[in-house]
C-alpha cells in the first residue's frame, strides 16, 4: 500500500465517521429546527431570494428545496413574495419567527463549537476552518461535475390504464 493510498483510506474512514456523528448529535440535541430549514434560512438572511437561487447555492435541485419551502410555510418560518423584478414569480422571505429560530440555533450551534474546539489553538482554529472550507468547496464542484454528467432521465412509460368497473365486460359465468 502506498503513502497515498494509506492517507485516503483515512480520509475514507474519517469522513464517514464524521458524518455519522454530525447526524447523531443533530439528533440528540433537539435542535429547533431541521438541518435543511436552518440552512435556507441562514442563507435567506441576504434577503429574499428564489427558489432556484435558493437550490443553486446549496447544491439541491428545485423539487428539494421547494418541498422544504413548503414544510417551512406550513411552520410560518417563511412567506413567499412577489418579485418586484417580474411579478408573475415569488421571492422566499424568512419570517420574524424564521429569523428568531435559525439565530436561536445559530448561537446554539456556535456555543457547542466553542466548547468542542475550546482547547484547540486559535491557530489549529483557523487552520481547521480553512480547510473544512476547501472540503466544502471541493464537495460543490464534485456535485456539480455529477450533476453534469447524469444523462436527462428519458420519459417513463406509462402503465396501461385499467378500464373502470362499469366498463369492463362481464366474463361469462359457468354453470
Keep these: 500500500m502506498t503513502d497515498t493510498t ?3 483510506e483515512k480520509l475514507e ?3 464517514a465517521f464524521f458524518a455519522r456523528r454530525l447526524e447523531a448529535v443533530h439528533r440528540k440535541r433537539g435542535y429547533p429546527l431541521e438541518r435543511a430549514h436552518y440552512l435556507l434560512l441562514l442563507q435567506l438572511r441576504e434577503g429574499p431570494a428564489s427558489v432556484t437561487d435558493l437550490a443553486h447555492h446549496l447544491d439541491l435541485d428545485d423539487s428539494t428545496v421547494t418541498r422544504q419551502i413548503a414544510a417551512m410555510q406550513r411552520r410560518r418560518l417563511i412567506r413567499r413574495v412577489k418579485n418586484p423584478a417580474d411579478g408573475r414569480s415569488t421571492l422566499i422571505e424568512r419570517t420574524r419567527l424564521g429569523a428568531e429560530s435559525a439565530e436561536t440555533m445559530r448561537l446554539a450551534r456556535l456555543g457547542r463549537i466553542e466548547t468542542l474546539f475550546g482547547a ?3 491557530t489549529d482554529r483557523e487552520k481547521f476552518a480553512q480547510m473544512l472550507a476547501q472540503v466544502n468547496l471541493a464537495l460543490s464542484d464534485s456535485l ?17 390504464r385499467s378500464k373502470p368497473a362499469r366498463q369492463r365486460k362481464a366474463k361469462p359465468q359457468k354453470e
Design 144 to 160: 456539480k461535475e455529477m450533476t453534469e454528467e447524469l444523462p436527462s432521465p428519458s420519459p417513463r412509460p406509462r402503465a396501461p
Design 13 to 15: 474512514r474519517e469522513l
Design 120 to 122: 484547540w489553538k486559535q
Design 6 to 8: 494509506a492517507v485516503i
